[in-house]
């Protein structure tokens, strides 16, 4: 099983909505989770991290973290055609010095 | 502030042939990862060095040897190259469970 899961997409969402992305980690002890974007052909680029329990809030994105079910959310609000990416989740894992990430989810905003 | 510099860019090597990825960060960082990506595989782990002097098998160690040889570089050794490792390379560096930080990525085809 791997350690970190996400749907692979395609995930569809016209512009001005709400996408909704997914992920689920194995390790229970993982304590910190990321969510990168990566452009094609680009390096990913962090946009949200969270550590603790609940929501955070970064402009158009929240991350919801889920230790007691190991899920971790993003939602991108008011979507626009510049967030057609693929979204990477990581966690820490090995005691915080391995971070692993999930298989990615293409996400497209229709116009 | 050059972050995390990886060499080459690009790469063709033929069946066979050995190679070294380099990678250098400035951020005085502890912890360093390379992995390789395929589509639709999100990134997986090959090596990963939680401080200087310490290396660790990932996900996909078989095939490549790593060496940390100081804290700012982290270098992969292909030793016999096969197909089965065209990839694209990231090298990337963190500190404790902190976000991950990528270099440009190395774009190698194995012929």
């Known amino acids: 099983q791997k350690e970190v899961e996400q749907n692979s997409g395609p995930l569809s969402v016209p512009e001005g909505a709400i996408a909704s992305l997914n992920c689920t980690y194995s390790?229970?002890?993982?304590?910190?989770f990321f969510w990168y974007r990566q452009y094609s052909g680009k390096s990913p680029e962090l946009i949200m991290f969270i550590y603790s329990n609940g929501d955070k809030e970064d402009g158009r994105f929240t991350a919801q973290l889920n230790k007691a079910s190991q899920y971790v959310s993003l939602l991108i609000r008011d979507s626009q055609p510049s967030d057609s990416a693929t979204y990477l989740c990581a966690a820490d894992t090995g005691g915080a010095s391995k971070i692993i990430f999930g298989s990615g989810t293409r996400l497209s905003i229709r116009p | 502030n050059a972050g995390v510099t990886q060499t080459p860019k690009f790469q063709v090597l033929k069946t066979g042939q050995s190679m070294t990825l380099q990678c250098a960060q400035d951020m005085n960082h502890n912890s360093m990862y390379w992995y390789r990506q395929d589509p639709g595989m999100g990134l997986r782990l090959i090596y990963y060095s939680a401080s200087e002097g310490t290396t660790d098998k990932g996900e996909v160690p078989n095939g490549y040897n790593v060496s940390r040889l100081n804290k700012r570089e982290f270098s992969l050794r292909l030793e016999s190259a096969a197909p089965s490792q065209t990839s694209v390379y990231f090298c990337a560096s963190s500190e404790g469970g902190a976000q991950a930080f990528f270099g440009q990525g190395t774009r190698l085809t194995v012929v």
């Open positions: 390790d229970r002890g993982s304590q910190s």
